[in-house]
């Protein structure tokens, strides 16, 4: 199954919506979901690492 991390960072940033309390708790729970926003947009954009393939040195002729 593949993640769908468009549809992850949308729910976040309603989550962060409904968290603009004044309150201690507020600001620590905002502060954690921007960092989970940030992993999340990190993950979406990452580019898988290529393989580096070697071709055959040609033989020298003199």
Same mark, same amino acid.
């Given at each position: 199954?593949?993640?769908?991390?468009?549809?992850?960072?949308?729910?976040?940033?309603?989550?962060?919506?409904?968290?603009?309390?004044?309150?201690?708790?507020?600001?620590?729970?905002? %502060?954690?979901?921007?960092? +989970?926003?940030?992993? +999340?947009?990190?993950?979406?954009?990452?580019?898988?690492? %290529?393989?580096?393939? #070697?071709?055959?040195? %040609? %033989?020298? #002729?003199?």
């Amino acid at each position: 199954m593949k993640s769908d991390f468009a549809a992850a960072h949308l729910h976040l940033d309603r989550a962060c919506h409904y968290l603009r309390g004044d309150d201690e708790t507020s600001r620590t729970a905002l %502060a954690a979901l921007d960092l +989970v926003i940030e992993a +999340v947009a990190t993950a979406q954009y990452a580019r898988p690492e %290529a393989e580096v393939l #070697q071709f055959p040195k %040609a %033989a020298v #002729q003199r």
